[in-house]
Structure formats: C-alpha cells, structure tokens
C-alpha cells in the first residue's frame, strides 16, 4: 500500500546526543515536510523540501537539520542544539502543495 | 504576520446533533483551504478541500463553507456521532508548498 512511513514510533535521546527520525515515502510526491507537535497544541512547521536536493526553514528550523537525497526519503536529525526536543514528529508529503498525506508519527522525549 | 485561529475549546455536543467548527485566518489570502481530522496519537487525514471561488462543500455529513471576505471557514458535521470525536484542523493555504495548519479544536460527541 502506498503512504508514509516513519520510525522508530518511539524514541529516547539523551542531553547532548543527536538523533535521526526517519520518513520514507512510496506515493511518488514532490514535496516533504516535518512538523512538529506539542501535547494540546498545533502543528509547528519545522523544514520542507519541494525536489530533491532542496529544502526551506519552516517556523522552528533552529536546532534541527534534514536532507534531501532522494525523492523517497526525508529524514530529520534533532541536534543537541534544540534544548526542548520532547514532541511528537509528524513527517508528511504532498503533490505540489496540495493536500497533505501524514505518516503516524515519532514519539521522542528526552531521558 | 500570518495567524489562524480556531476554537481553542473543545466542543461538547449530543450525538445527532450538528457540529460547528470555526476557523478564522488573518494577513493572507488563501487559494484554498482544507480541514483535516486528528484521533490523539496518530497524524492528521485529510477531509475536505475547498477553493476560494467555492462557497461551500460537502461529503457526506460534512459540510464547509469559505468566506472570503470575512476570513473564515465553517466546518460542519451533521448528524454526529461518536465516532467523530477527534480534533478538527484548518490549513488555509496560498498555494505553492508551505502550509501552515491552526492549533485545531477537540470535538466531544455524547452518545
């Protein structure tokens, strides 16, 4: 079946250290994104990408980082640069802007 | 800079009733704008889609209207049931490919 798929579910980093979420993709779309998700709140936008090799600072880039690689793969590292990493990270695609297809998220918090 | 703004309290509503959810958006103009749904743990899926030529939509039991002029869109679930509980999001969207969604608002349906 064609969708998003994100891992680990769950995840926990220790002070200092760096993580990677992965987000792969089998729905052929141009365009990827990382939200991010406090408990009660909204989606935060934190990097998108339109093509490979490209991506743009959403509202809360600092203290993550991603690539563009491939079309299929999106993955977002957390750095230690980001001092409040615990949330849930929502990876998603999308043709062209148009309506957003989700993964079901990563679990991170922080031990 | 822009802003979206929904019912930041969550709805209580009997079963068979209908549901309103509101969504006002300020400083853009949106192309279009879409609802999505979000179950607590899992990421959002997309409902409906309108355009800004569009006056309202509907699937089902659920109905939207977008007024440009006033910045808003309705969002209605008709005939509600439990099953509809969840959180209801907004994206009003230019066009080209950052989206940008409202803080969502919880909707409780009663049986």
């Known amino acids: 079946d064609g969708g998003i798929t994100q891992s680990p579910k769950y995840l926990f980093r220790k002070e200092g250290q760096n993580v990677t979420l992965s987000c792969e993709q089998n729905l052929n779309h141009d365009a990827m994104y990382w939200y991010r998700q406090d408990p009660g709140q909204g989606l935060r936008l934190i990097y998108y990408?339109?093509?490979?090799?490209?991506?743009q600072k959403g509202d809360i880039a600092e203290g993550y980082s991603v690539s563009r690689e491939k079309k299929e793969s999106f993955p977002l590292t957390v750095t230690s640069a980001q001092k409040n990493p615990t949330a849930f990270y929502l990876c998603?695609?999308?043709?062209?802007?148009?309506?957003?297809?989700f993964g079901e998220g990563s679990w991170l918090t922080v031990v | 800079s822009q802003k979206i703004e929904q019912n930041s309290e969550a709805l209580n509503i009997q079963e068979g009733k209908t549901a309103t959810l509101t969504c006002n958006y300020t400083n853009y103009s949106p192309a279009y704008l879409q609802w999505y749904r979000q179950d607590p743990g899992r990421g959002p899926v997309f409902l409906l889609l309108?355009?800004?030529?569009?006056k309202e939509k509907r699937k089902e039991r659920l109905k939207v209207t977008f007024d440009t002029t006033l910045k808003q869109s309705l969002f209605h679930i008709t005939a509600s049931q439990p099953a509809d509980s969840a959180t209801y999001l907004c994206a009003p969207t230019s066009g080209g490919f950052k989206t940008i969604f409202g803080a969502g608002t919880r909707l409780f349906v009663k049986a």
């Open positions: 990408s339109q093509i490979v090799n490209d991506f």
């Open positions: 309108i355009r800004e030529n569009e």
């Open positions: 998603a695609s999308s043709i062209a802007g148009n309506t957003i297809y």
